[in-house]
């Protein structure tokens, strides 16, 4: 039904920026909701930010709250996720998701869609 495709992960220095894009298939990409997730070894896959189908709401886990960005394009159907001053702790393995609604959610359950996941790896 849709396809999700994640890329732009890679290995970066603490302090340093990656962008992350999330490319999705579907006619009807522009009226999900997406968000990003993570999830590192041993741990639990964690919120990371949503945006509403416009792109006009935007929520983010307090961890990457004034580090991250999200946004989309949906003429290009893809959402993308800004990543500044990056730490060790943002070390992950990147998912994006889409849920089949309008507005932006938290929750993991709430999303049916998911990409395969891009690797992040932060330095010291």
């Known amino acids: 039904q849709v396809q999700l495709v994640e890329s732009g992960g890679g290995l970066v220095q603490a302090g340093g920026s990656l962008r992350l894009s999330c490319a999705a298939s579907g006619r009807t990409f522009s009226r999900y909701a997406m968000g990003w997730f993570r999830q590192a070894p041993g741990k639990e896959r964690e919120f990371v930010a949503t945006i509403n189908w416009t792109g006009g709401y935007t929520y983010y886990s307090d961890s990457v709250k004034g580090r991250f960005t999200i946004s989309r394009d949906n003429a290009k159907n893809t959402v993308y996720l800004q990543m500044i001053s990056l730490k060790p702790e943002d070390t992950a393995v990147y998912y994006c998701?889409?849920?089949?609604?309008?507005?932006?959610?938290?929750?993991?359950?709430?999303?049916?869609?998911w990409g395969q996941g891009t690797q992040v790896t932060v330095s010291s």
């Open positions: 998701a889409a849920r089949e609604g309008a507005g932006a959610r938290v929750s993991r359950d709430e999303y049916f869609y």
